[in-house]
Nanobody, 123 residues
Framework: QVQLVESGGGLVQAGGSLRLSCAAS????????MGWFRQAPGKERDFVAA?????YYTDSVKGRFTISRDNAKNTVVLQMNSLKPEDTAVYYC???????????????????WGPGTQVTVSS
């Protein structure tokens, strides 16, 4: 079992930046693929980025968002730059105890989820 908690959400103007962090606790000795998803009101939960051997991004955030991990601190970071109003959503961190190559871009690929953090981008 692993527990995930996101932090770093907030309100920012268009063009600004935010840095989301996901802290993992519990059985962190296992190697996990980590992902970020987001869900806007009335919409489905969508893939944003994932990291295992490689990093993967949905097309709409390529060149603006960067996912990284600090294994010593059991954290995963999503650096978000050049934010747009359409990036507004609740952002969720997710983990799955598999580390094979692959984008893991479906929410069904993941076993563990954080409670989410709100990101609001004003125009």
């Amino acid at each position: 079992q692993v527990q995930l908690v996101e932090s770093g959400g907030g309100l920012v103007q268009a063009g600004g930046s935010l840095r989301l962090s996901c802290a993992a606790s519990g059985r962190t000795s296992t190697r996990y693929t980590m992902g970020w998803f987001r869900q806007a009101p009335g919409k489905e939960r969508d893939f944003v980025a994932a990291i295992n051997y490689n990093t993967y991004y949905t097309d709409s955030v390529k060149g603006r968002f960067t996912i990284s991990r600090d294994n010593a601190k059991n954290t995963v970071v999503l650096q978000m730059n050049s934010l747009k109003p359409e990036d507004t959503a609740v952002y969720y961190c997710a983990a799955v105890a598999r580390y094979s190559r692959g984008s893991y871009s479906s929410s069904g690929d993941y076993d563990y989820w954080g409670p989410g953090t709100q990101v609001t981008v004003s125009s």
